[in-house]
């Protein structure tokens, strides 16, 4: 493979033809602004920007320095070239307008901007998670309905890896793409061309402290996952646990290896916690075009039609076979 496709280049040859320049140049507003974020993640450390800033979002969860940098950033590269007519963030309880004196452009942007927040003090992998859809109202600036649209109309979706090196991962509905950003040239170079979802799986990746507050049904398909042997289901594969905490490292690890990253409601929680715009949303439309699915144990994900901004599902991403196991487990009586 050619080592040096630059993401401008691919994103370029590579368009849907209805694109017309303009999704690419908000794909590349993008990839320049998880340089940016990369080159602050990379060096948080050395400039005190570790930490909490003192503010809580939305979701009620302290907001770390870099969640609020990466949010500005990627509203601010993507509020003036007149492509987006409206962005929603995770971080912020309502739309982001396009300011009046900046053109409009055809697309909503969604994004988490710095998804594993948890992990962003302690040197864990962390990620942004992004989402395009075609505006649906093209008179206005942007309304709620312009990003309140299922998955399976997005036109492009993708993520930021910043881990032991920064890779941004994207499909436009063309298959799934990766890119790994080389720091000397300070360029995403073709890494991960039409990336497959492996078969056997090899991991499971699910936070089992919680495991006191699933239903039953629940258990068993965890307890199956942990390869233990459970009436009427099928013989249990053989996976290996990986748990990061960071939704973006997981769903990673899981599509170049193969896996399941499941985050299940609770008995009292029965939304769960992952997002269905900033998170659940993007990822399924990538695990579909990787040959994989997203399920919320009922329904697919990627046709859920969201009704408001910062909705959460329950979410079971990742190989076919296993997220189907995760369906019929759930719904046993
Ligand atoms: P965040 O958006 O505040 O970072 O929360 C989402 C994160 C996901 O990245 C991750 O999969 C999950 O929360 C981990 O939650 P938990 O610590 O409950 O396992
Ligand atoms: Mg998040």
Known sequence: MNKFVTIERFILD????????????????????????SYKVNRAGLQDILGRVGSTNIQGEDQQKLDVFADRIIFQLCDHPGRVCVMASEEHK???????????????????????????????NIGTIFGIYRAKNWEERGRKEDVLQPAR?????????????TMMVYSTGQGVHGFTLDPELGEFLLSHQDIRLPEP?????????????WTPQMKAYADWLQGHEVAN?????????RYIGSLVADFHRNLLCGGIFAYPAEVNKPEGKIRLLYEAGPLSFLIEQAGGRASNGRENI???????????TPIFIGNSYLVEQAEKFLQRM
Not at 233 to 241: N, V
Request: aromatic residues 10%.
């Open 153 to 165: 109309a997005l036109v492009a979706a993708g993520y930021v890896l910043y881990g032991s090196s």
């Open 201 to 213: 799986p090899a991991y499971y990746s699910i936070n089992a402290s919680y495991y006191h507050y």
């Open 233 to 241: 289901a099928p013989k249990p594969l053989k996976l290996s646990a």
């Open 14 to 37: 590579n368009q849907p033809q209805t694109a017309k320049g303009e999704l690419t140049s908000l794909l590349y507003d993008i990839a320049l602004a998880a340089k940016i974020i």
């Open 94 to 124: 309502e739309l982001l307008h396009i300011p009046t004196h900046y053109e409009k452009g055809n697309y909503a942007l969604v994004y988490d901007p710095l998804d594993g927040s948890s992990n962003i003090d302690v040197n864990v």
């Open 302 to 312: 990627i046709d859920i039609q969201p009704t408001t901004l910062h909705q959460r």
